[in-house]
């Protein structure tokens, strides 16, 4: 069984920075793809960021240039460096695990306002 724990999440001014970590627990495989996904209320859930086993990442257009995703196998610790935040970057994220199976967090909520 795997957990993911997300945190890092909390209020900031637009503008302003956060980084999200994920750690996970269980048994991981680094070959296995994590990302980050957002849901703002009253939207569906969208995805904001992938990082695959090799490294290679992918982002929402609308993140690109402010957000970086990265990973530490090690640690089996993903994170989300957010930058230049804006208000609607506002949501709950979630992590998630894709292997053999696929798994969430419980989410972590990001709120930009003045």
């Known amino acids: 069984q795997v957990q993911l724990v997300e945190s890092g999440g909390g209020l900031v001014q637009p503008g302003g920075s956060l980084r999200l970590s994920c750690a996970a627990f269980g048994s991981i495989f680094s070959w296995s793809t994590m990302a980050w996904y957002r849901q703002a209320a009253g939207k569906e859930r969208e995805l904001v960021a992938i990082v695959n086993g090799g490294g290679q990442t992918t982002y929402t257009e609308s993140v690109k240039g402010r957000f970086t995703i990265s990973r530490d196998n090690a640690k089996n610790t993903l994170y989300l460096q957010m930058n230049n935040l804006k208000p609607e970057d506002t949501a709950v994220y979630y992590c998630?695990?894709?292997?053999?199976?696929?798994?969430w967090g419980q989410g972590t909520h990001v709120t930009v306002s003045a």
């Open positions: 998630n695990l894709k292997q053999r199976f696929e798994y």
